[in-house]
């Protein structure tokens, strides 16, 4: 499969658009965990306090990083895991790889993660030579079909069943059947073997508590379980921006994600895990590793305005509610975070350079804003990156995305001509005769008429909306009219 990226969303966003498969299969998704979400929050009596409360923890650890993250560190490796810490992805896949190496180890299952993809560990282990098997359902699917997630919670919700089902007969051998019961069971056959066999398990982390150096790990499969305790060997994969103050604090998450997410009350496991297993007749490995990840979060914790970024769960709500998102799905991003929270990310992880579109794919309707359980506000942040797409990156260290000299070119002769009154009557007459001209199909200078086709540039517009043409006399001049009668 072709891998996109996300200089062409535009492209990807079209091609996207034209699938009628992947169409099916979003609106479906955002009618499930839409309404589902809708139902979840109302279980909980006051909900508002509790995003509240939840966005003042995040706030206050965000604050005082270095210090919650020092009382990780030290919590964590006096209960017995090793801590690592990685300045960005090539140094988080060089400690895993080194890791997994010195144990002479070659059979590794991985559990879903978000930080694991950011930094395409399994690219990484791949070109060394091992082969990690993922184990999450819908990871699995994806990696059988050599795809990148869609979704950061359902990672193959682009897929239907008929196409897992075939993905299966001609990667599995098994029989053809749209069955579910069929393809997981024949799915759980063959990862149970795979645990068994494991040497290391690698796994991402939802919440690290500085207080207790205890790590959180959510899930529905118990694919987590059994990936973080079966192997001797488990290496946890965490962002900074990871950690929560107290054990106290995960009761307000462990509310707020899983009903953001999915709609669910409770995820039906829970890890937590606190450095190594005590008595060797204990369950559990006999090595933890927690390497703590840096990888451009500084960046984004220097700035007032991005340090939000790092509040997010990672619970996709804002995907779900994304009018965008539902139309194009996630590949279309290009990117490992997709929708509107991918948008505010991918661009200060990796450069606006990359990633001028993003911040533009969105129609700022703040929808995602509306569910978000910590409160970003997902529209100030993508206005901020479209200052920083046009201006520079005067406020942030985000790498440019290069000046288009025409656009800025047109608003700084916007900005000329509407700050100087006469100019600005005068523009406007003219623009009344030019658009007799430019329009086409439109019912000329009629009340309520439209423009449905204008000439290239400012047909970009027209060719997906109609446009109101210039009223036949302005404002100013109907109230001089009105002036004159009186
Ligand atoms: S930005 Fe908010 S809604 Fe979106 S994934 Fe993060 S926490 Fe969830």
């Given at each position: 499969m072709k891998h996109l990226t996300a200089v062409t969303f535009d492209e990807n966003a079209r091609q996207a658009l034209l699938d009628p498969q992947l169409r099916g299969a979003l609106r479906n998704l955002a009618t499930v965990f839409g309404d589902r979400r809708k139902v979840a929050v109302?279980?909980?009596?006051?909900w508002e306090g509790l995003r509240e409360r939840a966005r003042a923890i995040k706030d206050e650890t965000l604050a005082h990083l270095d210090r919650y993250l020092e009382a990780f560190a030290d919590n964590a490796a006096q209960a017995g895991a090793q801590i690592h810490w990685a300045r960005d992805a090539a140094e988080a896949c060089g400690i895993v790889l080194k890791l997994v190496r010195e144990r002479n180890a070659n059979k590794v299952v991985k559990s879903k993660s978000m930080a694991t993809e950011e930094i395409h560990l399994n690219e990484a282990l791949e070109a060394a030579g091992l082969f990690p098997v993922e184990t999450d359902l819908g990871e699995w699917i994806i990696q059988l079909a050599q795809e990148t997630p869609s979704h950061i919670v359902v990672p193959a919700i682009h897929k239907s069943k008929r196409q897992i089902a075939e993905l299966f007969t001609e990667?599995?051998?098994?029989?053809?059947?749209?069955?579910v019961a069929v393809l997981t069971s024949a799915a759980r056959r063959i990862l149970r073997q795979r645990f068994a066999e494991a040497e290391v398990g690698i796994s991402g982390v939802n919440f690290g508590v500085a207080e207790t150096g205890t790590i959180l790990i959510l899930e529905n499969e118990g694919n987590v379980r059994l990936t973080t305790s079966l192997p001797k060997v488990h290496i946890a994969v965490m962002g900074i921006e990871k950690i929560i103050p107290r054990l106290v604090d995960l009761d307000v998450f462990l509310k707020l994600l899983p009903r953001s997410g999915?709609?669910?009350?409770?995820?039906a496991y829970q890890s937590l895990i606190t450095g190594?297993?005590?008595?060797?007749?204990?369950?559990?490995?006999?090595e933890v590793h927690i390497i703590l990840m840096d990888n451009g979060r500084s960046r984004m914790l220097a700035h007032p305005i991005t340090r939000q970024s790092l509040a997010c769960i990672r619970c996709g709500a804002c995907l779900n509610a994304c009018p965008v998102y539902q139309q194009v799905g996630g590949h279309a991003y290009g990117s490992v975070y997709p929708g509107p929270i991918g948008a505010v990310i991918t661009p200060q992880l990796i450069g606006l350079s990359k990633t001028a579109q993003l911040p533009y794919a969105?129609?700022?309707?703040g929808a995602c804003r509306e569910v978000c359980p910590v409160k970003i506000d997902i529209p100030e942040l993508l206005l901020h990156l479209r200052s920083e797409v046009v201006e520079g990156p005067a406020s942030s260290m985000i790498e440019p995305a290069g000046r288009k000299p025409l656009e800025r070119f047109i608003f700084r002769a916007y900005a000329f001509t509407w700050s100087r009154p006469r100019l600005y009557e005068w523009g406007g007459r003219v623009m009344r005769v030019l658009q007799r001209l430019a329009m086409r199909d439109g019912r000329i200078g009629k009340v309520g008429g439209f423009i449905s086709t204008l000439l290239p540039p400012l047909g970009a517009w027209t060719a997906w909306r109609d446009a109101r043409p210039l009223a036949p006399r302005s404002f100013r001049e109907q109230w001089r009219d009105q002036q004159k009668d009186h």
């Open positions: 109302t279980t909980v009596p006051d990667k599995l051998g098994i029989e053809p059947s749209d069955d999915t709609g669910q009350r409770l995820t190594t297993k005590k008595r060797s007749a204990e369950e559990g490995p006999e969105s129609s700022l309707c």
